[in-house]
């Protein structure tokens, strides 16, 4: 009988906890986005929140060379949306969310993402999902709107909030779909840091003011720099870097720490008080979203006979980046 060898056993021990900080890492950083963006905002104004965190992100990322290769001039255009799409207009309405919704509740509907990037990806494709995948698409739907009722309830200005919240993650469900394409031709990272110097051309005319007249204090600007340099710059290399390790389709699970990170961290440190049909919510949402996700990689299993260009759109959905 071969007994074990103790080298391969450690080896195999240390790859796999590799492998879970590389799944982990991500989902603790862009959960913890929204507790510096609520601190943020006690020093500078919403624009002022998103101008900074871009610039930081972009200078963080320009210390990695694989940031700066270059990409296909044709592609370009889809850069320009991705600026837009990915980077100015979501993380501009997430700070001005947060002037009305608690960082806890932004960060829950956060996980309904993956949803409405399954519905854009249906709609491109003009393709019905399988069965299993309209049940979990439904369950998480509904875990959304659990979520989002007790807060639009409260007011006029929460419902602006959440309103807001929903226009950021219909952009991110675009923008994602877009992405894929260009990261398979040119990698993550340069597509990556080309949107980001689009949108700061988008960000600065309203940004730039609003840091120049901003009133300073320790913590916002820590958690503003810990905004940037981790949260849109080293938690896009890190996911990289997973989804090059591990898959797309795995590395892509970080995203449902999100919602229970936001939620905790907003409890704990800024004593947000929310109610439990929220927390039911957000568990429904992001059960649908794994359900979703679990029946995609069952799928993946099953040989199929070569894709089409459209059935090659439609997993854009499954093993894109993503997060906040």
Known sequence: MQRP???????????????????VIP??????????????????GPNGVTFARILIG??????????????????????????????????????????????????????????FTAIVAALITRKTPSARILAGLAVGIAGTVLMAIPTIGEGR?????????F??????AFALNIARPLQQRNGALPVIWRAQ???????????????????????????????????????????TVAAGQLGATRASGTTFLIPAVALALGVLILHERVALLPVLGGIACVGGAWFMRHVRVAEE?????????????????????AGE
């Open 27 to 44: 989902g603790l950083i862009w959960g913890a986005s929204f507790l510096f963006i609520a601190e943020g905002l006690r020093s500078t």
């Open 197 to 239: 110097i689009v949108a700061l051309a988008l960000t600065a005319p309203l940004g730039a003011p609003a840091l120049l007249s901003a009133h300073w204090s320790l913590t916002p600007i820590l958690c503003l720099v810990a905004l940037g340099v981790f949260g849109t710059g080293i938690a896009f290399v890190v996911m």
């Open 301 to 321: 299993v099953i040989p199929h006979p070569a894709p089409s260009a459209t059935a090659e759109k439609l997993e854009v959905a499954r093993d894109t980046l």
């Open 5 to 23: 060898n103790p080298l391969t056993q450690s080896h195999g021990t240390s790859s796999e906890a590799s492998a879970w900080l590389l799944l």
């Open 167 to 172: 226009a950021a993650l219909v952009c991110y």
């Open 58 to 115: 972009f200078l963080t990322l320009s210390l990695f060379p694989a940031a700066r290769k270059p990409i296909a001039r044709s592609d370009w255009g889809g850069v320009i949306a991705l600026g837009l799409l990915w980077m100015a207009f979501p993380l501009s309405m997430f700070p001005f969310a947060e002037q009305h919704v608690s960082s806890a509740i932004t960060g829950m509907l956060n996980g309904a993402n993956p949803l």
């Open 157 to 165: 200005s929460d419902a602006g909030g959440v309103a807001m919240i």
